[in-house]
Nanobody
């Protein structure tokens, strides 16, 4: 059974930093790209960032470019999202997802077969 478990969310102040982790089990992690998505109340789920299976290529939404950094440790079956200079508009539930390397659609939720349960990040002023 495939499982993705996010951790690291919480309540922070604007300008603070948070690191999210996504630990996978039940799949060959190095065969999967990892995507990070978020969903704020009343809004659709949106792409935040992604990393390819080797970790050599990263992708970012324009809204987080320069503030967020995605990485992964294949030996630990874990991906990370380092979020710096957080803004109020970053408040959302953050999800990690796994996409087999043979599938295209880095920023498309439907391309990802496996999802975590989500972790809340709340940024306050």
């Amino acid at each position: 059974q495939v499982q993705l478990v996010e951790s690291g969310g919480g309540l922070v102040q604007a300008g603070d930093s948070v690191r999210l982790s996504c630990t996978a089990s039940g799949l060959a992690f190095s065969n999967y790209g990892v995507g990070w998505f978020r969903q704020a109340p009343g809004k659709e789920r949106e792409f935040v960032s992604a990393i390819n299976r080797s970790g050599s290529t990263q992708y970012y939404a324009d809204s987080v470019k320069g503030r967020f950094t995605v990485s992964r440790d294949n030996d630990k079956n874990t991906a990370f999202l380092q979020m710096n200079s957080l803004k109020l508009e970053d408040t959302a539930v953050y999800y990690c997802a796994a996409r087999h390397y043979t599938r295209s659609g880095t920023d498309i939720p439907g391309s990802y077969a496996h999802w975590g349960q989500g972790t809340q990040v709340t940024v306050s002023s």
